[in-house]
């Protein structure tokens, strides 16, 4: 398995993680059904939020270089559930249509300009690739089929998760730590927390010194984790599992 995957096998993800989202919608027996794991939304508003993400995100790659979001508007989706899945079925190909046009090294807006993942359309790739799985996993979990995430896009979910979500140089307000994720598929990774913010590296087997809090599961239960899908315990947690909780709560934006 690739070490770091590479643009077309992040587009080939998206597209077929995509598809997988709309096969578990199509499969759900009603639409205003609540998903578990985002319960403020009916599963339609699920399917509009990833569309509304897929064309927000063709536009800022279209548009090139800014200093915020095009705000270009996106039009409402229909009720039927045909035209729904359709309508979603556009707004993937929108995205990758502008992922394919620009290439991987497209500089553009993003909201994690602060953060150790790059402002291309490379990096809007990556992260695109985590939204459709994440977003397939609750719309499997709502259809009463959730699946494990595939894990060549859980071992890279987990890296870009660090990288765009917490290593960023806002000051982390508690004492100095590190934290370790371990993955079973032989994968690790190490986050330092100091006043300059937060930073990660792959880590070496076995590690150099023990971390203060780390956690270790599958890929796909990890990237789960992260994005708050399953709790801690749903993993084999050593070490302070408060850090754990200070690390959700930190906002490296506002620090």
């Known amino acids: 398995m ?3 995957l590479e643009f077309p096998a992040r587009l080939r993800l998206i597209e077929e993680r995509s598809a ?3 096969a578990a919608v199509a499969s759900a027996p009603d639409l205003d059904a609540r998903v578990p794991t985002c319960p403020d939304w009916a599963l339609r508003d699920l399917v509009r939020h990833l569309g509304d993400v897929h064309r927000r995100w063709a536009a800022n790659v ?4 800014a200093d915020g979001p095009t705000g270009t508007p996106v039009p409402d989706s229909p009720r039927d559930r045909a035209a729904l899945l359709a309508w979603s079925a556009e707004s993937t190909d929108q995205l990758l249509g502008a992922l394919r046009e620009f290439g991987p090294d497209r500089d553009c807006w993003t909201w994690w300009g602060k953060s150790e993942s790059p402002q291309t359309s490379g990096a809007v790739a990556r992260h695109q690739v985590q939204e459709a799985t994440v977003h397939t996993y609750d719309a499997q979990l709502t259809a009463g089929a ?3 995430l595939p894990v060549e896009a859980a071992l890279d979910g987990v890296e870009e998760f660090l990288s765009t979500c917490v290593a960023w140089t ?3 307000p508690h004492e100095p730590a590190t934290v370790d994720y371990h993955a079973t598929e032989g994968r690790s990774w190490r ?3 100091s006043p300059d913010g ?3 590296t792959r880590l070496a087997t076995p590690a150099p010194a023990p971390a203060t809090a780390s956690a270790r599961g599958t890929a796909s239960e990890l990237v789960l984790f992260l994005y708050d899908r399953i709790p801690l315990d749903s993993l084999q947690p050593e070490g ?3 850090l754990f909780s200070r690390l959700r709560d930190w906002d490296p934006e506002e620090a």
Do not use: H, I, V
């Open 191 to 193: 986050l330092f927390l």
């Open 198 to 200: 937060a930073r990660f």
């Open 62 to 65: 279209t548009a090139g270089p």
């Open 2 to 4: 690739e070490e770091t």
């Open 20 to 22: 997988a989202f709309r």
């Open 240 to 242: 302070d599992p408060s």
């Open 146 to 148: 959730a699946q494990p």
């Open 170 to 172: 806002g000051t982390w």
